[in-house]
Nanobody
Framework: QMQLVESGGGMVQPGGSLTLSCTASGFDFSRYEMSWVRQDPEKGLDWVAAITRYETPYYSDSAKGRVTISRDNAKNTVYLQVRSLRPEDTGLYVC???????????????????WGQGTQITVAS
């Protein structure tokens, strides 16, 4: 019943920008902290950003300055704005729900209890 559906990815030239959306259904979205992670064949699973139910954002060191995470609880949607895109930003961007009262690292897959299918960002000339 519950779903996380991402959209907004695509192919973009270096220096461009994209805004990703993740729309949730089947659960009380407002009660959950949400994250964006990137899956890449070479880099593996990279955590990008998280936003708490109180809309406090957190960013990885690599995301700081170029990324903005936000949420609209009325629309059950979390967004990821990525600016000044670089080839190394290429990957499958996945929306993930953090399990309630689950402690751990943002980089640990076990922190999350639900995942979307992802939306691909490809940065290339």
């Amino acid at each position: 019943q519950m779903q996380l559906v991402e959209s907004g990815g695509g192919m973009v030239q270096p220096g461009g920008s994209l805004t990703l959306s993740c729309t949730a259904s089947g659960f009380d979205f407002s009660r959950y902290e949400m994250s964006w992670v990137r899956q890449d064949p070479e880099k593996g699973l990279d955590w990008v950003a998280a936003i708490t139910r109180y809309e406090t954002p957190y960013y990885s060191d690599s995301a700081k300055g170029r990324v903005t995470i936000s949420r609209d609880n009325a629309k059950n949607t979390v967004y990821l704005q990525v600016r000044s895109l670089r080839p190394e930003d290429t990957g499958l961007y996945v929306c993930a729900r953090r399990g309630i009262n689950i402690s751990g690292s943002y980089y640990d897959k076990d922190l999350y209890d639900s995942w979307g299918q992802g939306t691909q960002i490809t940065v290339a000339s």
